[in-house]
Nanobody
Framework: QVQLVESGGGLVQAGGSLRLSCVAS????????MVWYRQAPGKQRELVAT???????NYADSVKGRFAISRDNGKNTVYLQMNSLKPEDTAVYYC???????????WGQGTQVTVSS
């Protein structure tokens, strides 16, 4: 089964930075794209960033230029570097794998990011 463990969240001031990590298992990590989502209280889960198996990245307009997704296939880990954080970035952040057979079947605990002003 797919397992996803997010970490690295915390409380930071506006303008600060955090790096989130997601350790994945239960599938061939290097052959799959990976994604980051976030969910704020009372709001829908939204797609933040994607990275293909080849390293091509895409971002939501709201985070473009501030966030960077990357991966380390040797560690089965996908990262989200978050810079110039804003209070509106406050949310629980989740990773997942967009695979038709085994993706989006479950979610990890996520990691809480809180940005104060």
């Amino acid at each position: 089964q797919v397992q996803l463990v997010e970490s690295g969240g915390g409380l930071v001031q506006a303008g600060g930075s955090l790096r989130l990590s997601c350790v994945a298992s239960g599938f061939i990590f290097s052959s799959n794209a990976m994604v980051w989502y976030r969910q704020a209280p009372g709001k829908q889960r939204e797609l933040v960033a994607t990275i293909t198996s080849g390293g091509t990245t895409n971002y939501a307009d709201s985070v473009k230029g501030r966030f960077a997704i990357s991966r380390d296939n040797g560690k089965n880990t996908v990262y989200l570097q978050m810079n110039s954080l804003k209070p509106e970035d406050t949310a629980v952040y989740y990773c997942n794998v967009p695979n038709a057979l085994y993706g989006f079947r479950s979610w990890g605990q996520g990691t809480q990011v809180t940005v104060s002003s």
